[in-house]
């Protein structure tokens, strides 16, 4: 299966798949989540200065919250790498196959004695075409999207990130997209076309994406409404360099 795993490492202890950051971040890894994040997750997903840039997180954030959402992200976790095994079995030296997902998304900090903890999560996904204002439309693209394969360098993929906030302004997040983009989503996930989007104002996180080759497409307003408040949308969009990419 270490082949179909490619570019991950494997903790010789645990058996967990993690990719490192480069210095100066090399204590930072990415990770599947875990059983046992919650009591962490809470904590940050009550920050205000967290959850007042991101969608998804109810206020308060509850302990059933939490449970939910790392049983679903564990679930599409471990599904990719059992997908990875099975291929390691179809395929014993075979290409690399394809997937749909990153199968490590949580960032950690890891301590001096071994121990981690859990500061942030990036991952991409299958884009809501948030910018695309006329509702019906935005639905045809979602479902043509949808119902592409694995690999198809026509998807549109979205990439969703938060970072602890004692954390904050250190490149830890410019450094963890651009490796999970370099050595995760173009080489086994075939991306090729990722967009962003962030809340109005968000002038941080528009920088990482920035520094990452995205191109700040403006601001959009689909009408959205995020805990009661009207947000307007920037859009921030990166295509991968097909020429380049076939000379590397």
Known sequence: MTRQLHPLEIDPKTGEPFLRLAPPHQNIILTPPRQGDQSVLIQHMNDPAIYRWIEGPPTPYLPEHADFWIQFVEGESDATLEYLRK????????????????????????????TDVLIGDVNFRRSPFEEVLDEEERKRLQED????????????????????????????????????????????????????????????????????????????????????????????????????????
């Open 87 to 114: 291929s390691a079995e179809d395929f014993p030296d075979g290409p690399l196959q394809f997937v749909d997902a990153s199968p490590v998304r949580h960032l950690r900090e890891v301590k001096e004695n071994g």
């Open 145 to 248: 999207n949808a119902n592409k394969q694995a690999g198809d360098p026509t998807i549109q993929y979205a990439v969703g990130d938060w970072l602890a906030a004692s954390h904050h302004g250190r490149g830890i997040m410019t450094a963890a997209i651009g490796l999970l983009m370099t050595a995760w989503g173009i080489p086994r996930m075939g991306v090729r076309h990722v967009v962003a989007h962030t809340f109005a104002g968000n002038i941080g996180s528009n920088r990482v994406f920035e520094k990452n080759g995205f191109v700040n497409r403006g601001l959009f307003d689909n009408g959205k409404m995020i805990r009661g408040e009207k947000k307007v949308m920037t859009l921030l969009e990166w295509k991968h360099d097909q020429d380049e990419f076939e000379r590397t």
